[in-house]
């Protein structure tokens, strides 16, 4: 039976070892000093941000961005997408979708809860908040119960499970229905997080002093009760603004920490185009260098062969390679990825007994 290994190469051949791309990050924002940015996704080509007042922006590279038409002044606090449309929600259970992230439909998600965060995948919507739901169409929604009486603010897929976010506190769920809570290993307080690169990374804040949820408001909130920021979640940051971290672990669970890039508040992050983009207070967008291309498990073609799959960014020029013994590598293609995933078949790849393959990064974006 066929074999197939493969290692990712995060390096440019021509240089070696590039930098850490979670460890340079570069200020991207639509309006100076504009409406607090309180979640991000990436789909369909694009990247979309929400947040305070209803306030709706969309990139296809972080550089230009559009104002949408969310149709409502609700502060939205989550966003996410999948099955063809993206869904964003937000305080008193405001709930919306859309095909393009441009023009926004209202949606009745059951319950007036606050909501505040959004992931697809195992063919479902989950979305957390107040209240956790899922929907298998991000139109009919199911209140489910995550085992916890935090409010939950973040959440994404990967690795085939749920992972959301509140402070210090994990819970986790492969069906979006049961969850467990973890036994977290950070000293930061994590409020979003995004699925890339077979890695969780979550931004947060160093963490203090636990009080009460309600206890302090957000100064940007008129006296409102904060829907993205630390009274909701009952961490009170050092000062304010509070010290923004970013995080990454491989499973949810174990964390590690990287120095903030801003001194404004992170309170989102999204994963697409081979890079994270993270969003925050005042109109905050930073983005993360370029991560190097990722080569998925190797399928077995219907053709014959084995069927390769690489995700990187839309741009980035690379080699795909195979070897039998990890010391003699022969190319199989060059290529261009043109839609931030690429496809090849290898011929060889299900008739050799043991099949190695790597991506090597010849140019970036």
């Known amino acids: 039976m066929m074999q197939c290994w493969l290692a990712a190469l995060a390096a440019l051949a021509e240089f070696g070892h590039a930098a850490d791309p979670l460890a340079t990050w570069t200020w991207r924002n639509p309006q100076a000093l504009g409406n607090a940015l309180r979640a991000a996704c990436y789909g369909n080509g694009q990247f979309v941000v929400v947040g305070s007042y209803g306030t709706v922006f969309t990139s296809p590279d972080t550089v230009a961005w559009t104002a949408g038409n969310s149709g409502t002044t609700a502060w939205l606090d989550g966003v996410g997408y999948g099955n063809g449309q993206f869904v964003a929600v937000g305080e008193f259970g405001t709930l919306l979708t859309s095909s393009n992230g441009v023009l926004w439909t209202m949606r009745n998600p059951g319950t007036a809860a606050a909501l505040s965060g959004v992931a697809y995948g195992n063919g479902m919507f989950v979305v957390t908040g107040q209240a956790t739901l899922t929907s298998p169409d991000g139109v009919t929604w199911t209140i489910r119960n995550a085992g916890t009486n935090s409010w939950l603010a973040g959440v994404a897929y990967g690795n085939g499970r749920f992972v959301a976010v509140n402070g210090q506190e994990v819970v986790t769920s492969l069906d979006g229905i049961t969850w467990t809570s973890e036994a977290t290993a950070t000293n930061r307080s994590l409020v979003g997080v995004a699925y890339g690169q077979e890695r969780f990374v979550a931004v947060g804040w160093t963490y203090s002093v ?156």
Do not use: M
Not at 239 to 256: E, F, K, L
Not at 339 to 346: E, K, P, R, W
């Open 210 to 365: 636990v009080v009460p949820p309600d206890s302090f408001a957000d100064p940007e909130s008129d006296g409102r009760r904060l829907s993205s920021t630390p009274s909701r979640r009952g961490v009170r940051p050092t000062g304010w603004p509070p010290a923004s971290s970013i995080c990454t672990s491989s499973d949810g669970v174990n964390w590690s920490s990287y120095s903030a890039p801003t001194a404004f508040t992170l309170l989102a992050v999204a994963y697409g185009n081979g890079r994270f983009v993270a969003v925050g207070d005042v109109g905050t967008i930073v983005e993360s260098g370029v991560l190097g291309p990722l080569l998925e498990p190797p399928q077995v073609s219907a053709r014959g062969g084995a069927r390769l799959t690489l995700n990187g960014a839309v741009g980035q020029g690379c080699q795909v390679q195979a070897s039998a013994d990890l010391d003699h590598w022969t190319t199989l293609t060059n290529l261009t990825l043109t839609n931030a995933v690429g496809q090849i078949i290898d011929a060889s790849g299900s008739t050799d007994p043991r099949r190695f393959y790597r991506a090597v990064v010849l140019s970036g974006p």
